[in-house]
């Protein structure tokens, strides 16, 4: 029997307490389809922070690689100055664990939940493909004359052909294995960025060439998101830099049925990935019960999903939209009809 070792960083504000109703459909998922896991959990986040002054212990990059994975709750304290946990703890493990993707399925469950009119489930039902460790990420710029009425600030995108290529054959594999219609779009910016999105085009349409059975498109990130909001049907895979990902996966959250529902992963195809919710930490939520769980719950099935249990994953998803079609009356934090613990009571139940 398959066993796997899982570290948790429930972090802060609602963090704890989504995870908790993930790791509810974890162990219902194990039980189901019969393999076994181990957690080890990790304090890293705001509390430790302001307690300790530390962000992470040196040792803890080395540590986490011997995991099968990583499940995430949010990170972000309203009494810690914005970017150190940021930079300390996201970044640095993307950056450190060589998570260069970025996954983002933007799935409608319910159309009741959709705020653009007339569109189905079928409809909103696309992958965001989004490089992780490269572009504006990488902190790169400087200030000049800083403090003058002569101030500049640059900041630098960084792009390697390298680091470019990586992403999008895994964009092509994955549209090969799960596009729906086996279409994988390049989102950029070409008649303005023309030297990072020169590269990008480039080697966008040189490894193509690999996928004769995959149909390409490009659409400049503006018109991205203006088809997002007309015509998301159009979509099946989409390839983008970091910060033009960063930017359409939160359109896209909004067009599924917002942040209670969006889930993301940050993947290292050959070593240890980390799974998320996007919305964030919710610190004015904490303590109340009432944060939607079901994009961590969602989390924990793109989790099963990588580290090879597609069967229980699966599952987990099923059981999510069982609850959201025929239970919810709204995915807003307090505005669903349960709690945060009824809610993955529920999901759980339905595992078993």
Same mark, same amino acid.
């Given at each position: ?17 989504? +995870?908790? /109703? ?37 040792? *803890? ?8 994975? @990583?499940?995430?709750?949010? #990170? ?61 990420? &990488? ?19 960084? !792009?390697?052909?390298?680091? @470019?290529?990586?992403? @999008?054959?895994? *964009? ?36 193509? &060439?690999?996928?004769?059975?995959? &149909? ?21 895979? #989409?390839?983008?830099? !970091? ?22 992963? !940050?993947?290292?195809? /050959?070593? +240890?990935?980390?799974? /998320? ?32 249990? *597609? ?11 069982? +609850? ?25 139940? !339905?595992?078993?």
């Amino acid at each position: 029997m398959k066993n796997y070792k899982i570290a948790v960083i429930p972090g802060d504000g609602t963090g704890p307490e989504v +995870v908790a /109703e993930g790791l509810k459909s974890l162990e219902a998922a194990a039980r189901k389809f019969d393999f076994h896991y181990e957690i080890v959990t990790y304090d890293f986040g705001g509390d430790r922070y302001l307690r300790t002054k530390e962000v992470m212990p040196d040792s *803890a990059v080395a540590e986490l690689k011997t995991f099968d994975a @990583i499940y995430l709750g949010a #990170i972000g304290h309203p009494d810690v100055k914005p970017g150190i946990l940021e930079k300390g703890i996201l970044l640095k493990l993307r950056f450190d664990l060589d998570q260069y993707i970025n996954l983002r399925p933007v799935q409608l469950y319910d159309e009741r939940f959709c705020p653009v009119k007339n569109k189905t489930c079928d409809d909103v039902n696309f992958t965001v493909v989004r490089e992780n460790s490269e572009g504006l990420y &990488k902190g790169l710029g400087e200030f000049r004359d800083k403090g003058t009425p002569d101030e500049v600030a640059i900041q630098t995108s960084y !792009n390697t052909r390298r680091g @470019i290529e990586r992403c @999008i054959r895994y *964009a092509f594999e994955y549209t090969r294995r799960y596009g729906r219609k086996k279409m994988l779009t390049l989102c950029g910016k070409t008649n303005v960025l023309t030297y990072a999105f020169d590269l990008w085009e480039r080697t966008f349409y040189e490894v193509a &060439k690999e996928y004769p059975d995959i &149909k390409t498109d490009y659409a400049h990130v503006d018109a991205t998101t203006m088809w997002f909001v007309k015509s998301p049907e159009w979509f099946d895979v #989409i390839v983008t830099d !970091n910060m033009f990902g960063d930017i359409i996966t939160d359109l896209g959250a909004m067009i599924q049925g917002g942040m209670g529902i969006a889930a993301g992963g !940050n993947i290292n195809p /050959e070593g +240890v990935s980390m799974f /998320e919710p996007i919305g964030g930490s919710a610190p004015k939520y904490t303590g109340k019960n009432i944060i939607n769980p079901l994009a961590a719950i969602c989390a924990l099935a793109m989790l099963l999903k990588q580290i090879g249990q *597609a069967p229980a994953a699966a599952a987990v998803e099923d059981a999510v939209k069982k +609850v959201v079609r025929e239970d919810l009356k709204d995915l807003a934090a307090g505005k669903m009809g349960y709690s945060t613990s009824e809610i993955g009571d529920m999901v759980a139940k !339905n595992l078993k």
